[in-house]
């Protein structure tokens, strides 16, 4: 990944977390949870082909209400911890488009692990096709 093109997206003071990760993406949040980042790479080369930026959508909003109607498609993937929570990942799809993504929290006490309810939605903010 280019860290510095990431860095300037940011607001200043935000880091890039690494929450999740499957065949074809990694997942980081920005450290205030503001937006997710989903990161396609070239499984032979290891280089970042595209970055799709999702803002985080709060109570108010009514993006919220339409992205809780959809089904949401849990993906297979390997967690990372971030603040002691560890997230799922549910794609939110509908006729065959993905508007955003559900993120499900599950927070470590101890050696033992308890879910919680923390559901937190991103919808689609910008798509960035890097070059080869």
């Known amino acids: 990944m280019d860290r510095k093109t990431d ?3 940011l607001v200043k003071g935000n880091t890039l977390h690494q929450i999740f990760q499957t065949e074809q993406f990694i997942f980081n949040v920005s450290s205030t ?3 997710l980042y989903r990161y396609r790479f070239d499984p032979v080369t290891n280089e970042v082909i595209e970055i799709v930026v999702f803002k985080r959508v709060r109570n108010g909003d009514p ?6 109607l ?3 498609k849990r993906r297979l993937g390997t967690p990372t911890a971030f603040c002691d ?4 990942v549910y794609a ?3 006729q065959g488009y993905l508007r955003g993504y559900m993120l499900y929290s599950r927070a470590f006490y101890g050696d ?4 919680e309810t923390e559901r937190l939605y991103f919808a689609f903010e910008k798509y960035e096709k890097k070059g080869r």
């Open 70 to 72: 959809l089904s949401p």
């Open 85 to 88: 929570k560890t997230y799922d």
């Open 92 to 94: 939110l799809i509908s």
């Open 63 to 68: 993006e919220l209400g339409r992205l809780r």
């Open 112 to 115: 033992y692990q308890t879910v």
């Open 33 to 35: 949870l503001e937006k």
């Open 7 to 9: 860095a300037l997206s």
